[in-house]
């Protein structure tokens, strides 16, 4: 494993360490090793990550509380970087233990993302995907998304928190992947986006809240299994997917939808079931058991209970919602039928109640 310090890297949170870095990335794949980040504050103005480098490991895996303590890369101001690293041309890659930190996301911020891979098609890497594995990284305060994948393929993220950012925690243009154990905080936008194509990915065990519009917000997303997530907080609906087919979601804990804390999109605060914990538009296929839907109170405003739907239904097919708790699911109607239904729509056996009064 090859050193940073070996190439001069100082990690004292001042000096660009940006060449020395960059140096010992390059070494390492031309060797075929890892390359290792100790304990320090490196700042650096972009790294690109070429291909051969098996992986990029810290000395302290990510932590909610001491997130920018230990083995840390610290994007600079004094330079135009898509991203902190750059992984678009490489694969097979491990990156462990490493906090990875922007410069905020005020209007003065520069665009950039934490990590990246843009890949110009779906199937990149002739079909074998990028696999990547995301072990135990704290990426946060990018003006644009903390981890944004466009078309990457056999992607590992768990034990990570991806938050603060001015977009998304995770855009998601993926396939074949696993998201586990992960947290996704405090996001202007989403804690997770895709809105072009994401398929065969599986979600379990994270907590997605204090995200400003939605805490998973899908378009076009296929065989999907989403099973003992908290989503808390969300800004509009804490779980949305249209035009999408054969998902599986399951003992999934929804509380405090519905609740901004910041300006939203026009598009959002126009339509009035977008105050939900769990809107369905246009899918087919998809299994809703297990799951459940608790309002709570926005902020410390006595009465105002969010969100203002349960869940919402529109132009579904076989599909099935049962076996769900919306005790107290919202102020306005725990299940929200917009109709435009095919068939084979099953919707039983669910317990529903509005909000009356205190029931945290």
Known sequence: MIDITTFGAVGDGATDDTAAVQAALDAAAAAG????????RFSVRGLAVPNGVRGIQGDSPASYQNHRTGSVLELRRDGAARALLDLSGCKDLFSRDLALVGFGRGRDAPPACGLLVDLPEHGGHNGLGSCLVLDGLCVEDFSLDCIHLQNAGVVTIRHCIAGGAGRHGLLAHLWDGWI????????????????????S????????????EAGIWCRNAYRLSLVGNTIDYSGCVGMHFEDSNALAISGNVFWRSGCPFGPIQPELASDPYANAHARF???????????????GLHGDVPGAWRPHHGLVLEGLSHSAFTGNSLWGAGDKAAIADLGGHGEGLVVANNATSLVEGPCD
Request: with cysteine; hydrophobic share 40%; aromatic share 8%.
């Open 33 to 40: 090793e890892a390359v290792r980040v100790p304990e320090g």
């Open 180 to 199: 586990l154990d992960c947290m996704f905080p405090g996001n202007v936008r989403c804690g997770i986006y895709a809105d072009e194509s994401v398929a």
């Open 201 to 212: 990915l599986t979600l379990t065990g994270n907590r997605i809240e204090w995200n400003n």
């Open 281 to 295: 538009k246009r899918c087919r296929g998809v299994a809703f058991s297990g799951n459940v839907l608790h309002a």
